[in-house]
Nanobody, 118 residues
Framework: QVQLVESGGGLVQPGGSLRLSCAASRSIFTPTVVGWYRQAPGKQRELVATMASSPIKYADSVKGRFTISRDNAKSTVNLQMNSLKPEDTAVYYC?????????????WGQGTQVTVSS
């Protein structure tokens, strides 16, 4: 089974930027859907952005600030986060899904912490 490893998290001041990257463990990486989710302390995991063939879906709270991108040649999924706010603080998880007719394979990364604070 493919493994996903996130990187790029850290501490940033409000208004700053971070770029998260998710690397897959195999060179051929063509999931049906890729996405980023996040989970803040005491809250449920929520969708940040997902990308299939089209269209790209963003949570209302991040529209205009975050951009998801995918590079199949490098087997990576990225999340560019601009104009960060304290409420963006969470553990961010990469997700990939393969839709195979009657079944779906779902893989999650281990998560990377993003803290937005002055």
């Amino acid at each position: 089974q493919v493994q996903l490893v996130e990187s790029g998290g850290g501490l940033v001041q409000p208004g700053g930027s971070l770029r998260l990257s998710c690397a897959a463990s195999r060179s051929i990486f063509t999931p049906t859907v890729v996405g980023w989710y996040r989970q803040a302390p005491g809250k449920q995991r929520e969708l940040v952005a997902t990308m299939a063939s089209s269209p790209i879906k963003y949570a209302d709270s991040v529209k205009g600030r975050f951009t998801i991108s995918r590079d199949n040649a490098k087997s990576t999924v990225n999340l560019q986060m601009n104009s960060l706010k304290p409420e963006d603080t969470a553990v961010y998880y990469c997700n990939a899904e393969w839709w195979k007719g009657t079944s779906t394979e779902i893989v999650w990364g281990q998560g990377t912490q993003v803290t937005v604070s002055s």
